[in-house]
């Protein structure tokens, strides 16, 4: 098993481009999430999907948008990068209920 | 105030000391995790818990759920223990996260 692989793990972005952070998990989780992680702060909850078509937003989901059309892929988009998205994003999935939290490696991105 | 307090943020101890990382919360849970990232950035889950008491190898974590806290502790630490212990409670489908405490294990 691969467990959570996110893509890619660097990327610059000029202000106003768009793209997409691929997370794919191959364990059969309902729960994905996405978070971003800012120096000296706790990871916040950009959005999460508890099974494939239903997806909420969480503390943070200005500027992103996500799509949950199979279990395994959750991608998070996001539109017109602005300065304010630079940050470390971590995807994370685990088992409906209290399984345990599964994380990708991060994508560092940084928007100038 | 956040949901999720962490105690200490930073700590440096020598090698071979006992270790204690506290994590309260102010909300019911279902249950919190611990978990630890390492320079590299990457994020391991270390427990899960909902009740009591789990030990794997030198680490051990506790909770108390009437009291809202819960206690990470590292028996014998070691210079790879050095990482950022994480705290986190589910509520519902949601995780809130503590902003972590930094370990520095020196030999």
């Known amino acids: 098993n691969a467990g959570v692989t996110q893509t890619p793990k660097f990327r610059i972005l000029k202000i106003g481009q768009s793209m997409t952070l691929q997370c794919t998990q191959d364990m059969n989780h309902n729960y994905m999430y996405w978070y971003r992680q800012d120096p000296g702060m706790g990871l916040k909850l950009i959005y999460y999907?508890?099974?494939?078509?239903?997806?909420d937003k969480g503390e943070v989901p200005n500027g992103y948008n996500v799509s949950r059309s199979t279990t395994e892929d959750f991608p998070l988009r996001l539109e017109l990068a602005a300065p304010s998205q630079t940050s470390v994003y971590f995807c994370?999935?685990?088992?409906?209920?209290?399984?345990?939290?599964?994380f990708g490696n991060g994508t560092r991105l940084t928007v100038t | 105030k956040n949901e999720v307090e962490q105690s200490p943020q930073n700590l440096t101890a020598q090698e071979g000391e006992f270790i204690t990382i506290n994590c309260s919360y102010s909300v019911g849970i279902s249950a919190l995790h611990w978990l630890q990232q390492h320079p590299g950035g990457g994020i391991v889950s270390l427990f899960m818990?909902?009740?009591g008491k789990k030990k794997h190898g030198r680490l051990i974590a506790t909770i108390n759920i009437q009291e809202k806290h819960s206690s990470l502790h590292i028996t014998a630490s070691h210079p790879r223990d050095s990482a950022v212990y994480i705290c986190a409670v589910r509520r519902n489908e949601k995780l809130t996260f503590g902003t972590g405490t930094r370990l520095t294990i020196i030999p």
């Open positions: 818990l909902s009740s």
């Open positions: 999907s508890v099974g494939a078509g239903i997806t």
């Open positions: 994370a999935s685990c088992r409906e209920g209290a399984g345990a939290l599964h």
